[in-house]
T-cell receptor, first 106, second 114 residues
Framework: KNEVEQSPQNLTAQEGEFITINCSYS?????LHWLQQHPGGGIVSLFM???GKKKHGRLIATINIQEKHSSLHITASHPRDSAVYIC????????FGAGTILRVKS | EAQVTQNPRYLITVTGKKLTVTCSQN?????MSWYRQDPGLGLRQIYY???????DKGDVPEGYKVSRKEKRNFPLILESPSPNQTSLYFC?????????????FGQGTRLTVV
């Protein structure tokens, strides 16, 4: 079993829809990243969380340390949100989930 | 501007010809690491470093070397590249102190070994 599991693997949404991507992990961590990678592009760190909730524009990330679970929400999705979203956890090193491929159709 | 800089962005080389991919960060981060990304396998850690002169193997260290002689630089060395090292490589640096967590990734280096 992978230490970091993401779901879904693939997600297609219509523009304007509310989107949720989930991340579960099995190791003790001090921080969790949500990363975004556009096709052929670099990796951008959207959020780093160690507790609670963070919001940036239309993006919201939550983490429940007791349940070892985090969610990334995108409100009012837009085609430019189409990308791969990767969850990564830091215990003494970064461990990555396999990523969620998101496609938002107009 | 806070950033992690990798060079080169693209590299095509031949089997066995030693190469170095450089990584530099300007944020005084203690933690730096290298990853490779392959289709269907996601991101896998090659090596990481918790501080100057402290390096550790990640999940796929075979065929790679690193050094951390100074805090800002963390070069990745392929002494004798082989075609199975064709991949997209990312360097990252981070500050994981409690209450001050941040991390940045380089733009990636696309390496082709023929």
């Amino acid at each position: 079993k992978n230490e970091v599991e993401q779901s879904p693997q693939n997600l297609t949404a219509q523009e304007g829809e509310f989107i949720t991507i989930n991340c579960s992990y099995s190791v003790g961590i001090s921080a969790l990243h949500w990363l975004q990678q556009h096709p052929g592009g670099g990796i951008v760190s959207l959020f780093m969380l160690s507790s609670g909730k963070k919001k940036h524009g239309r993006l919201i990330a939550t983490i429940n340390i007791q349940e070892k679970h985090s969610s990334l929400h995108i409100t009012a999705s837009h085609p430019r949100d189409s990308a791969v979203y990767i969850c990564a956890v830091y215990g003494n090193k970064l461990v990555f989930g396999a990523g969620t491929i998101l496609r938002v159709k107009s | 501007e806070a950033q992690v800089t990798q060079n080169p962005r693209y590299l095509i080389t031949v089997t066995g010809k030693k190469l170095t991919v450089t990584c530099s960060q300007n944020m005084n981060h203690e933690y730096m690491s290298w990853y490779r990304q392959d289709p269907g396998l996601g991101l896998r850690q090659i090596y990481y470093s918790m501080n100057v002169e402290v390096t550790d193997k990640g999940d796929v260290p075979e065929g790679y070397k690193v050094s951390r002689k100074e805090k800002r630089n963390f070069p990745l060395i392929l002494e004798s590249p082989s075609p199975n090292q064709t991949s997209l490589y990312f360097c990252a640096s981070g500050d994981y102190r409690i209450g001050n967590t941040e991390a940045f990734f380089g733009q990636g280096t696309r390496l082709t070994v023929v």
